[in-house]
């Protein structure tokens, strides 16, 4: 099993086609890029699952209707998920229940000791700068999450470009 590099592609181009909110909307493609980015770099001491944290960042805020207070979009996109697996990516049963979780839950301001979940929640809340907030450590499930949150995304992408590159 595994997600081909050739795949990626596929599956963001498709996701992006489906996305109802403007592109350049606050929740759309290019959150999700940096959701990414930020995702693989937690995970580079997480342990994470990269396949789901891949996967959660395009599809977390995907079925978004608009960008205003919306509770269920995180439900839709756990279900845009399993419309999805089998046509666009293949994830074994145990690694999409955790693509599942992290997408329902995310917005609901917990943590989590799961390192893929908590990565997935940790990457989304340290993009919080594009709406003007500071992500606070407190509310990050990772280490690496409250080094980051602490510290800046930034400064750990250019002091550690030898071993993660975005």
Same mark, same amino acid.
């Given at each position: 099993?595994?997600?081909?590099?050739?795949?990626?592609? %596929?599956?963001?181009?498709?996701?992006?086609?489906?996305?109802?909110?403007?592109?350049?909307?606050? @929740?759309? +493609?290019?959150?999700?890029?940096?959701?990414?980015?930020? !995702?693989?770099?937690?995970? &580079?001491?997480?342990? *994470?699952?990269?396949?789901?944290? %891949?996967?959660? !960042?395009? $599809? @977390?805020?995907?079925?978004?209707?608009?960008? *205003?207070?919306? &509770?269920?979009?995180? /439900?839709? *996109? *756990?279900?845009? !998920?399993?419309?999805?697996?089998?046509?666009?990516?293949? $994830?074994?049963?145990?690694?999409? =229940?955790? $693509?599942?979780? !992290?997408?329902?839950?995310? &917005?609901?301001?917990?943590?989590?000791?799961? +390192? &893929?979940?908590? #990565?997935?929640?940790?990457?989304?809340?340290?993009? $919080?700068?594009?709406?003007?907030?500071? +992500?606070? +450590?407190?509310?990050?499930?990772?280490?690496?999450? %409250? =080094?980051?949150? #602490?510290?800046?995304?930034?400064?750990? /992408?250019?002091?550690?470009?030898?071993?993660?590159? #975005?």
């Amino acid at each position: 099993m595994g997600i081909k590099a050739s795949q990626w592609s %596929r599956i963001w181009e498709h996701v992006i086609q489906q996305f109802q909110c403007d592109r350049n909307s606050i @929740h759309g +493609p290019s959150h999700w890029r940096r959701v990414e980015r930020n !995702a693989l770099l937690i995970a &580079t001491r997480s342990g *994470a699952i990269e396949e789901v944290v %891949r996967l959660f !960042a395009v $599809l @977390h805020d995907s079925r978004r209707e608009h960008d *205003a207070y919306d &509770t269920v979009h995180g /439900i839709r *996109a *756990a279900a845009y !998920a399993t419309k999805l697996r089998g046509k666009l990516f293949d $994830l074994s049963d145990e690694h999409f =229940e955790l $693509l599942q979780y !992290a997408c329902q839950w995310h &917005t609901h301001g917990q943590l989590n000791n799961d +390192p &893929t979940i908590a #990565t997935c929640w940790d990457a989304d809340r340290l993009d $919080l700068g594009r709406v003007g907030m500071r +992500p606070a +450590p407190k509310f990050m499930s990772t280490q690496f999450g %409250r =080094e980051i949150a #602490t510290h800046g995304v930034e400064k750990f /992408i250019y002091d550690n470009h030898k071993t993660f590159r #975005t």
